[in-house]
């Protein structure tokens, strides 16, 4: 089946700094892609809708400002956490949309990355 | 925006007993529905699926079906084994192809 990577799996980091993680879509080409939240013990919260080469479609309550996201090729998409805070700890999940294999609308989701602000 | 309503949130049954998951959806467009499996600090795994041209779909002791004039459907595991154990997610696709969830079932299966 079709693999999502993710990058990095954990990431530790102080107050104010900026985050990057990274989703690939490692055998397929993904024109959209997604980006999800996950507290402990709650279900996925959809952040935004990642499109190639242009821009994201954040949901209502989502600071774009905040979380940058960029799509810049058929197999990559980016999340940047900007002054990251201790209440943007959360375990950040992407998906891929695969639509090579007759159309079935499949999304494959990326391993995750556990993002801790300290 | 689609909303997603997931029953029960726990759910305990000894091993060989069925399970029964149900969800409902508010987005009449929504045409496909499928359901992912986590474990803890893990991703979400697909385990079945279903589309809105179907009514009922069977995958070894994983069946789904949909009702789609009453916009709920629901997951059945027979045969439950101690590795069924984990969390349960629905979804449903809005129309811009992303996944709105249900709030999850905790499936225990016991020996």
């Known amino acids: ?118 | 925006g689609e909303n997603v309503e997931q029953h029960p949130s726990t759910l305990s049954v000894q091993e060989g007993d069925s399970a029964v998951i149900k969800c409902t959806y508010s987005d009449s467009a929504s045409n496909y529905f499928p359901w992912y499996k986590q474990e803890l600090g893990k991703r979400p795994q697909l385990i079945i699926d279903i589309r809105s041209n179907v009514g009922e779909k069977k995958d070894q002791r994983i069946a789904v079906t949909l009702n789609k004039t009453a916009k709920h459907f629901s997951l059945h595991i027979t045969e439950t084994q101690p590795e069924d154990s984990a969390v349960y997610f629905c979804a449903a696709e809005n129309s811009g192809y992303a996944l709105n969830f249900g709030k999850g079932t905790s499936l225990l299966v016991t020996p």
């Open chain 1, 1 to 118: 089946g079709a693999v999502v990577s993710q990058h990095p799996s954990r990431v530790i980091c102080k107050s104010g700094t900026s985050v990057k993680i990274e989703c690939r879509s490692l055998d397929f080409q993904a024109t959209t892609m997604f980006w999800y939240r996950q507290f402990p013990k709650k279900s996925l919260m959809l952040m935004a809708t990642s499109n190639e080469g242009s821009k994201a479609t954040y949901e209502q309550g989502v600071e774009k400002d905040k979380f940058l996201i960029n799509h810049a090729s058929l197999t990559l998409s980016t999340l940047t956490v900007t002054s990251a805070h201790p209440e943007d700890s959360s375990f950040y999940i992407c998906s891929a949309r695969d639509v090579t294999s007759g159309g079935t609308d499949t999304q494959y989701f990326g391993p995750g990355t556990r993002l801790t602000v300290l």
